[in-house]
């Protein structure tokens, strides 16, 4: 399954790159992520959590960044099992940035195999859990590159609005390159703009 | 491993059982959960049949209302001459459930539990404005069918609650209403794009087309739109105008996004034509 | 739907002919029929199966401890564990011994068996093979035809052709390739034909793999008794279980025993190695009694139909004559070859059609990827190829501005003509099935085209296949002293209706009444050698070897009469109630007959028969063969449909299906099969499909795979049988399982494109599919 789209991030490219590599941050961006840490340069280990349809998986993945060109292009190779489902799911994620004047355009394309049990759930399920995904992962991007106080919040799949109720991990303000409070300033509206975007990606 | 079986006699009893596991999924006719148990992907460590549970197969006719257990099969509600006199929408879309042999199993409250965004009886619930009852061990709520569907395969109902009633109106106002399926697939497939449809007049002028979609969006999704004076070329126009604006299709093994989207519109231009046939001919 | 009404009763006069009402009709209406999985067996153990899920990956290690925990779980068993067991007898396969019954070292495809779990009930068996973890190392996975023959990725590190072929021995450690298997036909100059020839017409094909859906799903028992083993399945080829378990285990043939009941549906998937190498491999090393019930689930990932793709070519010349024909066929054969290879060349040979060309150049290659292994399905390839050549023909005939049917009718091939294989025609009329189906349907009655959003089209298309030769089948024909019949024969009725039609054959010979004639289910310790029940060869065959029994019973029948009444052989005759003399009018009764040659009531008498055909092997270069088969199959199809330019549904008015069958046995169980043929083929056409995303099945439930329900049915679906008795067919027949299936989706899109102008060149035609191609061509 193929998956692509672009958004944009009101932050300077250098500083969403840092941030992408950041698994402290990351761990909040990826809905159901429960653990996840550095192991070298490039590889990466976590565990994952998620339900679906009376289906609740747990899966332990391990990520590989294979291509890296700082600060534009990071090509990733992502595997996960859970085993007691008997599945398991292969991620290969190829991402761009460009600056732009609103701060980073990001192109990214997916390539999702899901293989055992889970894959013959059928693609709308696949295809609607990533876009969920998807939505928690730009939207808590952006609010790690743009805060200039970042506490993540929970990933909230079904509200618009992530309101921070319980802060589990901060994390050091951005960068001094980010330019915090302009970025902030336009950071307006951000949410329905990147809805639109992803809409018309698809 | 299999999940338990448990038989409360109660509905005090179920709730219960349901407060004391969070684990365990209400069964009803098992036409959903018996698949996915089957399919070994199930997280559920008990089932709590709440067939012994008198009552809950009972349907009323209060006047205004119309009050479906839970445990009152899918085959009721397509054949029962009081749901198809009272709310002749309701039974159609019932009817057009799977086949019969599912229809005979299936009850009314797994069918909406269950959440599917392509079932068939939500569409015709939505315009329809019912009320589900929900009852865990915290009391008893009243859930209106527009804050039922919350998002793919997610309900408003909570760990522990129990669909006790789906209370529908009768409603003198609705002059015309129409249920349109098509699957893109073989004739007996999931359906790909539905639509229910009711107008409803008031004070004999006044009228507000009610429009609700299935498959067509996450879950299904309903739009209302003031068609006072409009003629029948007029009403299309601002109908699909408006429904196209809510649909937002999954692309699946039946098809693209974009396919889904055009039947779509095919199938609220059926449903208004069909509207405006039934009228017509009052 | 309406059809043709069947007579389903017996009437006066030879068996043969009659409509005589299906063996166990009422049992299988009563749900009171047994099937394979009732046949009472001795205790098992159940088997769990654990399965890849990872579509190409190195097995670095299994871990059994958790499910070895779980109460009631007695073993568990890993390929490593076979081959340990079994060594290089482990990889089993019809053509290439590739596919061993747990994978071993590598998995291949997802849902690949890799670890089994014995247990002492099914559910527990179930439950611990989900508790198995298997550590894989990551292979690139080759995911389709295209990728499989450009890539540097290969399935196989070396093909391992079975060697009992003598044909497939050059193929032996060849490495580096994904191709397993190639056949080229080459008859005149096709390049400088295409080339002279004023109008060609060229096409991507593509048919997507489907599944059978038996409605029966797969089971098997083995257990050991003493030195030998016993095995209880599903399979439509109990000769050829034998055999290769025979093999696998290094035993005598008389050590193992297989049998299998009637089936419920097989369509091909119960064909050659599938539960039984696993059962049996368990059953004999472990020595313990073992039972395998798949889930449905399971079943979608056991086999599947060949997903083809082919580029072709025809080219005519300006007075209507096919001149060249070219095709290059790629067979998707999956992760292990199965009978893929004799697929691609007994069903790539007929590529060009039933036409006479003179210049056709076919390339056919069966190709391995990362897949559930393709085999055997209703047709044996053939629907494949179909799809291109009828495709193209009506192609041709619109762009020579031609009628379609008057088209293939001047180029079709005819009685004594060669076809491009170098075989001669006989008994194959597919100008009598063309003309039936197009008179059934009206062809050339006017036609409203246009009403409303729906365009309204007709569409023909003929098939042709050769049956599988060289083939080997035996009867055993006994009869017992009451004059009652039982015949053994290892022919599998799996509701094709073989155990009516062979009865048929013994009552006809014998001039027996109705329920005279019992035949015994399969057996391999009583019931004779057969080859394969599949591809349509049992008619023929088995008919043949069984009316040479009955025959043979006959003529000895006469001899001992006439011995009794002392008249002289030629002057005796079996008419129905015994052997009659003519001259003296003296009519003896079979009872009172054996009674009086053995002195005991409740003897037997017994008379067996052979039947064997040969081949001339094709040329390796050329694909020519003065005889590459015994006989062939000829049938079309011819549609009126409708399409609605709004939601792109086809709506079928009438079908009308024809198939020469030499000679109806039993019109009623013809006419069915032609029917059956034609709605399996209307799903392929339409909608039946396996969607796979990355080497994942992602339809593989019936919650989500499409088959064609009675809401599908063609508002009216007429069979029509066409005889051309084959000189030596039992009485004339042929078989017919697959004829009615051949040309349905080729005539289906023959007439979207008469209706909406459009060809769609891939299967299956979705209301989205051709939506999107009639949008397509408006925006042009």
Known sequence: MQISSNFTIAAQTSHVFDTLLDPKVMIKCIQGCEELERIDETHYRGRITNEVA???????????????????????????????????????????LEPTEEGSAITYQMEIAL???????????????????ERDFISELSRACVQPEYTPGPALSHQEAATPESVQIAVPPAAPTSHPLAAASRHIGWFAKLLAFFRRSR | MNPRMLYPESLADACALLSQDEDALVYGGGTALQILRKQGILSASS???????????????????????????????????????????????????????????????????????????????????????????????????????????????????????????????????????????????????????????????????????????????????????????????????????????????????????????????????????????? | MTSEVFSLESQDGNAVGQSWRRTNSESKVLGTFRYTADLPVPKCLYLGVHRANQPHARIAGIE???????????????????????????????????????????????GEPVAVVLAEDLATARAAADEIYV?????????????????????????????????????MGE????????????????????????????????????????????????????????????????????QAIATMLNLRLNQVRVRTLGLGGSFGSKMYDRLEPLVAAIAWTQKLPVRLELTREEAFVLTTRHGVAVSSRMSADANGNIVAATADVRYDTGAYADIGPRIAAKSGMVACGPYQIENAKIRSRCIYTNKPSAGPFRGFGVPQVTWSHESLVDDLARELGEDPARFRRQNLLREGDVSPVGTMMHSADFIGCLDAVTEAIGWTDPLEKTDGSWKWGRGVAVGIKAVLTPTVSNAVLQLNQDASATLLISTVDMGQGSDT???????????????????????????????????????????????????????????????????????CKLVPGGVISSSSQRLISLEDLILSQFGAAGTTMTAEANFTTEWVPYDRATGQSTKITEHWFAGAAAVELGVDTRTGRIRIRHLAVAGDVGRAINPA????????????????????????????????????????????????????????PHRTGPFGAKGVGETGLIPIAPAIANAVRDATGIRITTLPLTPEKVLSALANRGNK
Do not use: C
């Open chain 3, 501 to 571: 039609i062979m009865a048929q054959i013994v009552a006809d010979v014998l001039n027996l009444g109705p329920d005279m004639v019992r035949v015994i289910n399969p057996d391999t310790d009583i019931t004779p050698y057969d080859t394969i029940t599949a591809g349509s060869r049992s008619t023929y065959h088995t008919g043949n070897a069984v009316k040479k029994a009955a025959e043979t019973m006959r003529d000895r029948l006469i001899e001992i009469a006439a011995k009794q009444m002392g008249v002289s052989a030629s002057d």
């Open chain 3, 669 to 724: 169980l013809v006419n069915q099969q032609l029917v059956g043929g034609a709605i399996m083929g209307m799903g392929h056409a339409l909608f039946d499909e396996l969607v796979f995303d990355q080497g994942q099945i992602v339809n593989g439930t019936l919650l989500d795979y499409q088959l064609p329900s009675i809401k599908d049915m063609p508002e009216k679906l007429t069979p029509i049988i066409v005889e051309n």
């Open chain 1, 54 to 96: 009376h289906i609740k998986f747990n899966a332990r993945f391990a990520a590989e960044i294979t291509e890296l060109n700082y600060p534009n292009h990071i090509r990733a190779v992502l595997n996960g099992e859970d085993r007691h489902l008997g599945s398991s799911i292969k991620v290969t994620i190829s991402l761009n």
């Open chain 3, 175 to 242: 490495h580096d390739t994904n191709v397993n298997y190639e056949y080229n036909l080459i008859r005149g100059d096709s390049e400088t034909a295409h080339q002279k020839a004023p109008v060609t017409v060229s096409g991507e094909f593509w048919t997507p793999p489907t599944s059978h859906v038996a409605m029966e799903n797969f089971s098997a028992s083995a257990w050991v008794e003493e030195d030998r083993l016993d095995l209880v399945s599903t399979t439509q080829t109990p000769s050829y279980v034998r």
């Open chain 3, 64 to 110: 059994t401890e958790s499910a070895m925990a779980i109460p009631g779980v007695v073993k568990v068993i890993t390929g490593a564990d076979l081959y340990d067991a079994l060594g290089e007898n482990l990889f089993t396969g019809p053509a290439f011994s590739d596919q061993p019954p747990l994978a071993w070292q590598r998995v291949r495809y997802v």
């Open chain 2, 47 to 282: 089932f709590v049949d709440i067939s012994e549970i008198p009552g809950l197969n009972e349907l009323h006719h209060t006047g205004n209302e119309l009050l479906v257990g839970p445990m009152v099969s899918i085959r009721r509600m397509e054949t029962d001459p009081v749901v198809r006199q009272s709310v002749p929408i309701a039974s159609a879309a019932y009817a057009k459930v799977a086949n019969p042999r599912v229809r005979n199993t299936a009850t009314v409250g797994g069918n909406i539990a269950h959440g599917d965004y392509r079932l068939d009886p939500p569409v015709a619930l939505l315009v329809l404005g019912a009320t589900i009852k929900a009852t865990s061990t915290a009391g008893t709520r009243a859930i209106p069918i527009d804050k039922f569907f919350i998002d793919f395969q997610l309900t408003a109902l909570n760990r522990g609650e129990i669909v006790t009633s789906i209370e529908i109106p009768i409603s003198n106002d609705i002059v015309a209403s129409t249920f349109v399926k098509f699957s893109s697939l073989s004739a007996n497939d999931w359906p790909s794009a539905s639509a229910a449809a009711a107008i409803f007049a008031r004070d004999g002028e006044a009228q507000i087309l009610r429009l609700a979609l299935g498959a067509l969006a996450p879950t299904p999704v309903m739009t209302a739109v003031d068609i006072t004076g409009m003629r029948e070329a007029q009403a299309t126009e601002a109908v699909v105008e408006r429904a196209m604006l809510i649909m937002d299709p999954l692309p699946d093994v039946r098809g693209g996004a974009e396919y889904k989207r055009n039947l779509g519109r095919i199938a609220v231009e059926d449903a208004v034509r069909n509207l405006w046939r039934d009228r017509q001919s009052d």
């Open chain 1, 115 to 133: 293989w055992g049990k889970l894959g013959r759930l059928g693609e709308s399920i696949v295809r609607r859990k990533s876009l969920e995904f």
């Open chain 3, 135 to 171: 550590d894989y190392e990551f292979i690139t996975p080759v995911l389709d035809v295209d990728a499989a023959l450009e890539g540097t990725d290969y399935v196989h590190d070396e093909l391992r052709p079975s060697a009992v072929f003598p044909d497939l021995r050059h193929l």
